[in-house]
């Protein structure tokens, strides 16, 4: 069974940077296209970044690009999330996501593509 466990989270101030880290376990990690995904206080969970399983596909949401970096580490099994400049909007839950497919990143843009979630952390940008 795969499990993916979030770190790195915390309260920052605005213009600050944060890593955020997911470990995978159980599968096989490069059969796997990972994401991240942000849900705001009383918002809707949204798509933040993907990267397919070999990490030649890369894909990041217009509201973070040029802010954002999503990168992987297969021979540690680690997906990150390289937050720089940080916003009060990007406030809230990030949760790491796993995809059993070879679909390249600009498709796993949905949370509907995902089979395997972790548990979030919290990322909270203060003025």
């Known amino acids: 069974q795969v499990q993916l466990v979030e770190s790195g989270g915390g309260l920052v101030r605005v213009g600050d940077s944060l890593r955020l880290s997911c470990a995978m376990s159980?599968?096989?990690?490069?059969?796997?296209?990972m994401g991240w995904f942000h849900q705001p206080p009383g918002k809707e969970r949204e798509f933040v970044a993907s990267?397919?399983?070999?990490?030649?596909?890369?894909y990041v949401a217009d509201a973070v690009k040029g802010r954002f970096i999503i990168s992987r580490d297969n021979s540690e099994n680690m997906v990150y999330l390289q937050m720089e400049n940080l916003k009060v909007e990007d406030t809230g839950v990030y949760y790491c996501?796993?995809?059993?497919?070879?679909?390249?990143?600009?498709?796993?843009?949905?949370?509907?593509?995902?089979?395997?979630w972790g548990q979030g952390t919290q990322v909270t940008v203060s003025s």
């Open positions: 996501a796993a995809a059993d497919t070879i679909l390249a990143a600009m498709i796993l843009t949905t949370a509907a593509r995902y089979d395997y």
């Open positions: 990267i397919g399983g070999t990490g030649r596909t890369i």
């Open positions: 159980g599968g096989t990690f490069t059969q796997y296209g």
